[in-house]
């Protein structure tokens, strides 16, 4: 009866850790770029090569993603309370902006949602 009380107070202080304040921000919003580049190749941007030109999967600050969710510092499991909130920007006016030596052309900037089964990085 005592490892049950335990295993269900566990539970619960874990539950509450990830969910318990509903104002926490989340930070799963990326956009993945699709783009031509005037000098250099696609990889000096961390990009990889499409039949179009380069992809690359950028958060707001225009860095391309590293890890799942764009967080400032590190995140929870889910994306939320991220140590010095989220990375802000303009995606790919940001992506653009850093990397402008390379003469980048934006093609198209799909907004998405960063989640637990994405592979891409």
Do not use: H, P
């Not at 993945?32 to 090569?49: E, I, P, R, Y």
């Amino acid at each position: 009866m005592r490892a049950v009380s335990v295993s269900v107070l566990l539970i619960l202080v874990v539950w509450v850790s990830c969910f318990g304040e509903s104002g926490a921000d989340c930070c799963w919003t990326k956009a993945k770029l699709l783009f031509t580049m005037g000098t250099g190749s696609c990889g000096m941007v961390n990009a990889k090569t499409t039949k179009y030109g380069c992809e690359a999967t950028v958060c707001a600050d225009g860095r391309v993603l590293k890890g799942t969710y764009c967080g400032v510092g590190s995140c929870n499991i889910i994306g939320c309370f991220c140590r010095g909130g989220c990375l802000t920007g303009n995606y790919g006016e940001s992506f653009v902006e850093i990397n402008n030596r390379y003469q980048i052309n934006l093609i198209s900037t799909q907004m998405r949602l960063a989640n637990l089964t994405d592979t891409e990085a």
